[in-house]
Nanobody, 122 residues
Framework: QVQLVESGGGLVQAGGSLRLSCAHS????????MGWFRQAPGKEREFVAA????????YYADSVKGRFTISRDNAKNTVYLQMNSLKPEDTAVYYC???????????????WGQGTQVTVSS
């Protein structure tokens, strides 16, 4: 199976920035659209951002549009989520996922990483 490993999470003050990374192994990275999802305690997992196989198309949840940027480096088998102007409501476990199409639907992504915690303090 495709293996995905997230890193870069941590504790940051409101208004600060973090960059999450998701490293892919075991398959051809360029074959997959990639997405980021997040889940806060007591809430369902929600869509954050997605990027097409080549990186030519990106999509964002309204809640993060203008603050977060998804990108990918296929030569490094890595997808990134640059998070700026962080807010306390961004606090969640962030998950990287791989799929065959660029969508906001969790069930469209068969492969998932283990998640990385992002905590934003006020």
């Amino acid at each position: 199976q495709v293996q995905l490993v997230e890193s870069g999470g941590g504790l940051v003050q409101a208004g600060g920035s973090l960059r999450l990374s998701c490293a892919h192994s075991g398959r051809v990275f360029i074959s997959y659209a990639m997405g980021w999802f997040r889940q806060a305690p007591g809430k369902e997992r929600e869509f954050v951002a997605a990027i097409s196989r080549t990186g030519s198309s990106t999509y964002y949840a309204d809640s993060v549009k203008g603050r977060f940027t998804i990108s990918r480096d296929n030569a490094k088998n890595t997808v990134y989520l640059q998070m700026n102007s962080l807010k306390p409501e961004d606090t969640a476990v962030y998950y990287c996922a791989a799929g065959l199409s660029t969508t906001s639907t969790m069930t469209s992504y068969p492969y998932w990483g283990q998640g990385t915690q992002v905590t934003v303090s006020s």
